[in-house]
């Protein structure tokens, strides 16, 4: 009797069919963002058995450099996820900055986003609706920016939000994408270069 139990019970139990679609939301399956020179698709990658297997599902960096990034990396910034950022994405008056250093850009970022190092992010704040003044910068019709680099234990975003902040630029029109680009990765989303 207890054979028929477990077998009756396997047989009711749900079968998993594979490949089931990977949408970003329940309705939402890809999102079209638009491009200086056209538009990119955003999506997950439909394997269901894929795995993040290079340096990306590496959990444990060494601490310093790479720390724990605070929630915020400065008072008035918005942090912000995934689906945040997408919006952000398809809003062409937002600058999305992939603050990371250029060979990591070129290793793959984010659709939509554009390369500047968190070393050089003073000299673009003219491009982002400051104009420079003898105390740094004067940002009276700001553009909204959200930046990203690695992830929860890079802190190139972070010091480049930091940086902009003291140069002049309000803090108010920044979101941090804390999760980077592990979480990206890790979510199976779209990345240029791939």
């Given at each position: 009797?207890k ?11 749900p079968?998993?069919a ?12 890809s999102?079209?963002i638009?491009?200086t020179?056209g538009?990119?698709?955003?999506r ?9 297997d290079?340096d990306w599902?590496?959990t ?15 008072p008035?910034?918005t ?15 937002v ?8 060979e ?14 968190y ?15 003898f ?10 920016v ?5 992830g929860n234990?890079c802190?190139?975003?972070p010091?480049?939000?930091r ?13 941090y ?5 592990q979480?990206w ?7 240029t270069?791939?």
């Open positions: 009797m054979k028929l139990l477990v077998l009756l019970t396997l047989m009711a139990a079968v998993w594979e490949d089931k679609p990977v949408n970003i939301t329940r309705d939402t399956a999102v079209t638009p491009l020179d538009t990119a698709e955003i997950r990658i439909g394997d269901n058995d894929h795995r993040i290079d599902g590496r444990s960096r060494a601490c310093p450099p790479f720390c724990i990034q605070p929630q915020s990396p400065a008035g910034v942090t912000i996820g995934e689906l945040e950022l997408i919006a952000l994405l398809q809003d062409p008056e600058v999305v900055m992939d603050s990371r250093t250029p990591w850009f070129e290793g793959g970022s984010i659709p939509g986003a554009i390369n500047v190092p070393t050089q992010v003073i000299d673009h704040l003219g491009e982002l609706g400051c104009d420079i003044d105390d740094g910068y004067v940002c009276e019709n700001p553009t909204r959200a930046l990203f680099c690695n234990w802190g190139q975003s010091t480049a939000i940086n902009m902040i003291e140069a002049g630029f309000p803090a108010d029109h920044i979101y994408y804390r999760g980077g680009m979480a990765r890790l979510l199976g989303l779209t990345v270069g791939e």
